[in-house]
């Protein structure tokens, strides 16, 4: 099985760092706040039915 993205693509990630116009940094930050958004629904559905991978999930972005 081949891994996948995280939150970000690689070019994505180098958007946010700095490395891209002005246009691509804020056409980027707006696909980030979308996917933010969607996550509400994933994480319903973690919840409800695989609670071990929302507390994965938990500890990574949660993570002190």
């Known amino acids: 099985m081949a891994v996948g993205r995280g939150l970000l693509t690689e070019r994505e990630r180098e958007a946010l760092a700095g490395d891209a116009s002005d246009s691509y940094h804020r056409k980027t930050r707006s696909y980030v706040r979308t996917r933010i958004d969607k996550l509400e629904d994933d994480v319903e559905i973690l919840e409800e039915h695989h609670p071990d ?3 994965e999930l ?6 002190e």
């Open 58 to 63: 938990r500890e990574v972005v949660c993570e």
């Open 53 to 55: 991978l929302l507390e």
